[in-house]
């Protein structure tokens, strides 16, 4: 017994909140853990934040000591609890922003009692022992020596320094890449994620706090002479040709342009979509322009025609902001605006997003029916979602305006051997020797989606849009692409083609249809769609143009510091002719660059600074004070 009273009680506390961690990380909530290296991480994390918030006891008199011990278990406790219960009604983790969601916040008050479990009892067990034996001095507590303190910082520092490179070994990036929280909890624990959270949103609401909305003046200016700087004109007469039908957005996931007429052994790789280029408006010189917000990036473009941020994900640190966006606007029309897509409401922070921007409904995959024959991959296949959700559109009151977002061919490409049905291709790259399976698999679930439209008498009141959102194959896979596209090397000049994704506006009834090589990209999705909806857009502060106009701006930009001219193309800090791909002078480029800089800064401005609040779009003026 005296060896037990010789241990201090800031290890034993340690001990036990860290074993509580690990229990409610692994067993309460649902974080997938796909290896030992995963699992390892997560057992360091839990037992390293502990250990560094209970020595810090060691620093205090033993009264204090005491007393820090027992309300730090507490509220770590509480902390804990308070998110299980908000994961259990959100499958989500509570952030500083969705503090501040009303309606968030009234959903979950209003059902504390159904999502408290009598068994989350014993998740206050480890408070219970504490407290009894900081009361009854069981453990040691007592004034620690200087040496003794100075070699526990450097233990409780080195764990938490081992927990942060095996997270960065795992998931490189990480905090760049907070738009999913579950990555961020399962790598680094739930209470270093509350420290960054609170660090992030600090730092970005500080750029909100100084902003004034004079910032737009100068903004408005550009765009009005910029994009605006003429009278646009079609080159087909599109406008207003969507008024009254529904618009169908589909998400392509991870499809590139190169697939697209490309053929395996023979045999064509995308037989329905080589078809569909020649019965709708297919636009093959169009780009993706995301970062690493990868689909909510995407999405954020097409809603409103701002660019993504540099080193972050809009949706995740911005989603309190003002918008103007399509779903927002489009609703003078009558049209509802609504989301599908089979993964998790809360990744990419969707379930916040969506209600910023406008959506009525968001049918996450608590929607969709799941067994063991239409889930692989990333979650729900591409066939059955696509099905589900036709039913589900049937009971909307039209029109509407639905997204749907798909998953089969998301990385790593993951397919059935029975669901195959084109050969695997054969290189180095089990990524790309995948991916042909998964997008040709994409291809006949939209094949299978059309069919389903017009059972249903769904496709002629409609206009479908197919794009892909971003890149599959990254540039780790050169060689293999090289091999693919049987080129001998890809150049950072080919790494841009690789980067355009195929875009698809098809309208049933319609008999001018046409391939489309002007240079374009995803920030002139609203323009496009306002315009065939028929609405006037003077006052819009957008980045982007009518895709079927033929006063364009003359360069396309990327958040990577690529830019796409009419002549010239810069990438890699080198500058090529567009055309042909030879290198170029850089003075040829140097004006394209200013002009993408200066945009891309216009929008960051924007989105850091919330300025839309100060922006009344129906009169196209500055509001002299903001209006809360």
């Known amino acids: 017994m005296s060896k037990i009273r010789n241990i201090p009680l800031f290890i034993i506390a340690a001990i036990l909140v860290g074993i509580k961690s690990y229990i409610v990380y692994r067993f309460y909530f649902d974080l997938s853990i796909e290896s030992i290296f995963q699992e390892i991480i997560l057992i360091i994390n839990a037992f390293a934040i502990s250990a560094f918030f209970f020595f810090l006891a060691v620093w205090m008199k033993p009264k204090r000591q005491k007393r820090y011990i027992k309300y730090a278990s507490l509220i770590m406790g509480l902390i804990i609890f308070g998110n299980l219960l908000y994961y259990r009604n959100f499958t989500d983790f509570v952030t500083i922003p969705t503090l501040f969601q009303v309606s968030n916040a009234g959903d979950l008050g209003s059902s504390v009692l159904s999502l408290f479990y009598v068994t989350d009892i014993l998740l206050f067990l480890d408070v219970i022992l504490i407290f009894n034996f900081a009361n009854k001095e069981t453990f040691l507590i007592k004034e620690f020596t200087g040496l003794f303190k100075r070699r526990l910082v450097v233990v409780s520092l080195a764990a938490l320094a081992l927990n942060l490179t095996l997270a960065e070994i795992e998931r490189p990036m990480l905090f760049k890449r907070g738009f999913d929280r579950e990555y961020l909890v399962k790598n680094v624990g739930l209470f270093a994620f509350h420290a960054y959270d609170i660090i992030l949103t600090a730092s970005t609401q500080s750029k909100r706090l100084f902003a004034d909305g004079s910032e737009i003046n100068e903004i408005e200016e550009y765009v009005d002479e910029t994009i605006y700087k003429n009278d646009r004109v079609n080159s087909a007469d599109l406008e207003g040709i969507a008024d009254g039908k529904n618009i169908i957005y589909i998400a392509a996931e991870s499809l590139q342009t190169f697939m697209i007429d490309a053929e395996l052994n023979g045999e064509e790789i995308t037989p329905f979509l080589n078809d569909l280029v020649d019965d709708s408006y297919y636009f093959d010189n169009f780009y993706h322009q995301t970062l690493l917000g990868k689909t909510s990036d995407h999405e954020f473009l097409l809603d409103n025609s701002l660019y993504p941020l540099p080193n972050s994900a809009v949706y995740f640190t911005h989603a309190q902001n003002e918008y103007h966006s399509l779903p927002k606007i489009i609703e003078q029309k009558g049209y509802d605006s609504y989301a599908f897509h089979a993964n998790n409401g809360s990744f990419w922070n969707r379930n916040t997003m969506y209600e910023t921007l406008g959506y009525d409904e968001f049918y996450d995959e608590e929607s969709y029916e799941h067994d063991d024959e239409n889930v692989f991959g990333w979650g729900l296949e591409d066939k059955a979602f696509f099905s589900q959700?036709?039913?589900?559109?049937?009971?909307?009151?039209?029109?509407?305006?639905?997204?749907?977002?798909?998953?089969?061919?998301?990385?790593?490409?993951?397919?059935?051997?029975?669901?195959?049905?084109?050969?695997?291709?054969?290189?180095?790259?089990?990524?790309?020797?995948?991916?042909?399976?998964?997008?040709?698999?994409?291809?006949?679930?939209?094949?299978?989606?059309?069919?389903?439209?017009?059972?249903?008498?769904?496709?002629?009141?409609?206009?479908?849009?197919?794009?892909?959102?971003?890149?599959?194959?990254?540039?780790?896979?050169?060689?293999?692409?090289?091999?693919?596209?049987?080129?001998?090397?890809?150049?950072?000049?080919?790494?841009?083609?690789?980067?355009?994704?195929?875009?698809?506006?098809?309208?049933?009834?319609?008999?001018?249809h046409q391939v489309i090589s002007t240079i374009s990209g995803q920030i002139d999705f609203k323009p496009t769609m306002l315009n065939m909806l028929g609405i006037e857009n003077e006052n819009d502060i957008v980045f982007g143009n009518d895709l079927f106009s033929t006063d364009r701006k003359d360069f396309i930009a990327m958040r990577d510091g690529t830019v796409i001219g009419e002549d010239y193309l810069l990438t890699s800090e080198s500058c090529y002719e567009r055309e042909s791909g030879e290198l170029s002078d850089m003075e040829n480029c140097a004006d394209i660059q200013e002009r993408a800089l200066q945009e891309l800064s216009y929008s960051d401005e924007i989105i850091y600074g919330d300025l839309f609040r100060f922006y009344d779009f129906n009169e196209g003026e500055i509001i002299e004070e903001e209006e809360e």
Do not use: C
């Not at 194959?473 to 890809?490: K, P, Q, R, V, W």
């Open 389 to 512: 959700t036709v039913d589900m559109m049937k009971e909307l009151e039209e029109p509407y305006y639905a997204k749907l977002i798909t998953l089969t061919n998301h990385f790593p490409f993951d397919l059935p051997e029975e669901k195959a049905t084109i050969e695997k291709f054969d290189s180095n790259s089990n990524t790309l020797n995948q991916y042909v399976q998964t997008v040709r698999y994409l291809d006949e679930s939209i094949e299978q989606f059309f069919a389903e439209l017009k059972q249903a008498g769904m496709y002629e009141d409609s206009i479908i849009i197919i794009m892909g959102d971003h890149y599959g194959i990254s540039a780790y896979h050169n060689d293999a692409t090289a091999e693919f596209l049987g080129m001998d090397e890809i150049t950072p000049y080919d790494e841009v083609q690789l980067e355009r994704v195929p875009l698809f506006i098809h309208i049933p009834g319609h008999d001018d």
